[in-house]
Antibody, heavy 121, light 107 residues
Framework: QVQLQESGPGLVNPSQTLSLTCTVS??????????WSWIRQPAGKGLEWIGH???????NYNPSLKSRVTISVDTSKNQFSLKLSSVTAADTAVYYC?????????????WGQGTLVTVSS | DIQMTQSPSTLSASVGDRVTITCRAS??????LAWYQQKPGKAPKFLIY???ILESGVPARFSGSGSGTEFTLTISSLQPDDFATYYC?????????FGQGTKLEIK
């Protein structure tokens, strides 16, 4: 059973960089035709896709965040990571990592439990 | 961007009811659509992909249909566990977008 777990600071100062890591267990991040995504959800609002990374290292980002986002992968640790720079209060949200079944029908089949990141001084 | 619009935003229903949620895309997405169920404080749960294929383990009372720009999620007989918020998501383009959600409430 694949499991994903987000980790990282729950509080980030405005203008700083938000950094989160997703650890994948129960399977290799390198196996299969999957992409690995970050998705966020402000309190009481809907879901916003941030971007994803292929195991080859290629990425696609939401254009609305592209200038501030970097997603990377560390296959040796079975982890992928998110960095979002120059954060503001608008970036306060629950951040989820998820497995993207891009070549197996599509959709996000496994999700982390989510981690709340608050941007505040 | 492909915009996804769900209706209604809120739906009140009773246990045993048949309910349908609609999701419309701003342009054709063929069948590249997924549905999710989310309960408060929890991650979304994957229900359906390619518009109509039920994910393993999802009860058969859930079904999806549609192609192009109009899609539906139907729950044939509501159970207490089904009261939640439902989201559609398109993955035709590599700017995945979600609908705004439909909250299914107990009448």
């Amino acid at each position: 059973q694949v499991q994903l777990q987000e980790s990282g600071p729950g509080l980030v100062n405005p203008s700083q960089t938000l950094s989160l890591t997703c650890t994948v267990s129960g399977g290799s991040i390198s196996s299969g035709s999957y992409h690995w995504s970050w998705i966020r959800q402000p309190a009481g609002k809907g879901l916003e896709w941030i971007g994803h990374i292929y195991t080859s290292g290629g990425t696609n980002y939401n254009p609305s965040l592209k200038s501030r986002v970097t997603i990377s992968v560390d296959t040796s640790k079975n982890q992928f990571s998110l960095k979002l720079s120059s954060v503001t209060a608008a970036d306060t949200a629950v951040y989820y990592c998820a497995r993207d079944l891009v070549s197996s029908g599509g959709g996000f089949d496994y999700w982390g439990q989510g981690t709340l990141v608050t941007v505040s001084s | 961007d492909i915009q996804m619009t769900q209706s209604p935003s809120t739906l009140s229903a009773s246990v045993g009811d048949r309910v349908t949620i609609t999701c419309r895309a701003s342009q054709s997405i063929s069948s590249w659509l997924a549905w999710y169920q989310q309960k408060p404080g929890k991650a979304p749960k994957f229900l359906i992909y390619k518009a109509s294929i039920l994910e393993s383990g999802v009860p058969a009372r859930f079904s999806g249909s549609g192609s192009g720009t109009e899609f539906t999620l139907t729950i044939s007989s509501l159970q207490p566990d089904d009261f939640a918020t439902y989201y559609c998501q398109q993955y035709k383009s590599y700017l995945y977008t979600f609908g705004q959600g439909t909250k299914l409430e107990i009448k």
